[in-house]
C-alpha cells in the first residue's frame, strides 16, 4: 500500500473513505457548499495519482447542487 493511500484510507476533516476489500469510496464529510469546496483538493490528489496502487473504478462523480460541479464521491479499486 502506498503512503497516498494509507493517508487517503485514514480519511481526513473534509472526507471520510470506507474500504470494502479491494474497493474504495472517498466522499465528503456532508453535502455544504464549504464542505464540498474542501473536498475539492484530495479529489483532484486522487485523479492526479490515478494507478499509483490503485485505479478510478468509475468516472468520478459530481454534483449539480451548487453553482459549480464540484466532485461528490470517487471510488477506488486497490491493486493487489
Same mark, same amino acid.
Not at 473504478?57 to 466532485?71: G, K, L, N, W
Not at 471510488?75 to 493487489?80: F, K, N, R, S
Given at each position: 500500500?502506498?503512503?497516498?493511500?494509507?493517508?487517503?484510507?485514514?480519511?481526513?476533516?473534509?472526507?471520510?473513505?470506507?474500504?470494502?476489500?479491494?474497493? %474504495?469510496? %472517498?466522499?465528503?464529510?456532508?453535502?455544504?457548499?464549504? %464542505?464540498?469546496?474542501?473536498?475539492?483538493?484530495?479529489?483532484?490528489?486522487?485523479? *492526479?495519482? *490515478?494507478?499509483?496502487?490503485?485505479?478510478?473504478?468509475?468516472?468520478?462523480?459530481?454534483?449539480? *447542487?451548487?453553482?459549480?460541479?464540484?466532485?461528490?464521491?470517487?471510488?477506488?479499486?486497490?491493486?493487489?
Amino acid at each position: 500500500m502506498t503512503p497516498f493511500i494509507a493517508q487517503l484510507l485514514a480519511g481526513g476533516s473534509s472526507y471520510h473513505a470506507k474500504r470494502s476489500g479491494l474497493s %474504495v469510496v %472517498v466522499k465528503p464529510t456532508s453535502g455544504s457548499e464549504a %464542505v464540498l469546496q474542501a473536498f475539492q483538493s484530495i479529489a483532484e490528489q486522487i485523479l *492526479d495519482n *490515478d494507478g499509483d496502487g490503485y485505479d478510478l473504478a468509475i468516472r468520478p462523480h459530481q454534483t449539480s *447542487d451548487h453553482a459549480m460541479d464540484y466532485y461528490d464521491m470517487l471510488v477506488l479499486t486497490l491493486h493487489d
